[in-house]
T-cell receptor, first 113, second 115 residues
Framework: DAKTTQPPSMDCAEGRAANLPCNHS???????VYWYRQIHSQGPQYIIH???NNETNEMASLIITEDRKSSTLILPHATLRDTAVYYC??????????????FGKGTLLTVNP | DGGITQSPKYLFRKEGQNVTLSCEQN?????MYWYRQDPGQGLRLIYY???????QKGDIAEGYSVSREKKESFPLTVTSAQKNPTAFYLC??????????????FGPGTRLTVL
């Protein structure tokens, strides 16, 4: 699996957009970018994933650079409940030996009032 | 409501005792996983099962055992052989391995403290 690099922490004002970066310079062509988040003492929650096109859902937007070596997760209007650790994960899709997601230390996003 | 349940949320045990953590899902998912999380760290895979009656070791299986007798249940036993069992344990499940993406659903976790 490609390794990812994320800043250890970020702050954001409530109501503003939170932009969380992730570097994955060794990503290969068949690897997807996934984002999960984990609120303190809870299980991780899936947010979004993408291959090369930008993606948007009800929770967030994912912007992947054209060379796919980095991506940004955007929370358009951050709330206090968005305070969590955000994990960027790169992994192939499909079955077979595709059996796990490797979680690093992620980025602790703190949304301030 | 569909989801994954883990019980109990907090568990205390004396050193040297085996303890079993429960994980149940009603999502009809084939694959289930156990992860361990230590303070300030990411998740590490202990065991996983892609189908009933089958399971494989993850990255840190020593001192742990699992069973998968039913599709909806994947209990984890922390044995006395596990040197540092105090941690936050997370169970997850995923739809059939042939899906085109890999979204995992996580339970709320069990925080195990060995005294």
């Amino acid at each position: 699996d490609a390794k990812t690099t994320q800043p250890p922490s970020m702050d954001c004002a409530e109501g503003r957009a939170a932009n969380l970066p992730c570097n994955h310079s060794t990503i290969s062509g068949n690897e997807y970018v996934y984002w999960y988040r984990q609120i303190h003492s809870q299980g991780p929650q899936y947010i979004i994933h993408g291959l090369k096109n930008n993606e948007t859902n009800e929770m967030a937007s994912l912007i992947i650079t054209e060379d796919r070596k980095s991506s940004t997760l955007i929370l358009p209007h951050a709330t206090l409940r968005d305070t969590a650790v955000y994990y960027c994960i790169v992994r192939v899709a499909g079955g077979g030996s595709n059996y796990k997601l490797t979680f690093g230390k992620g980025t602790l996003l703190t949304v301030n009032p | 409501d569909g989801g994954i349940t883990q019980s109990p949320k907090y568990l205390f045990r004396k050193e040297g005792q085996n303890v079993t953590l429960s994980c149940e899902q009603n999502l009809n998912h084939d694959a289930m996983y156990w992860y361990r999380q230590d303070p300030g760290q990411g998740l590490r895979l202990i065991y996983y099962s892609q189908i009933v009656n089958d399971f494989q070791k993850g990255d840190i299986a020593e001192g742990y055992s699992v069973s998968r007798e039913k599709k909806e249940s994947f209990p984890l036993t922390v044995t006395s052989a596990q040197k540092n069992p105090t941690a936050f344990y997370l169970c997850a499940s995923r739809d059939t391995p042939t899906n085109s993406y890999n979204e995992q659903f996580f339970g709320p976790g069990t925080r195990l403290t060995v005294l």
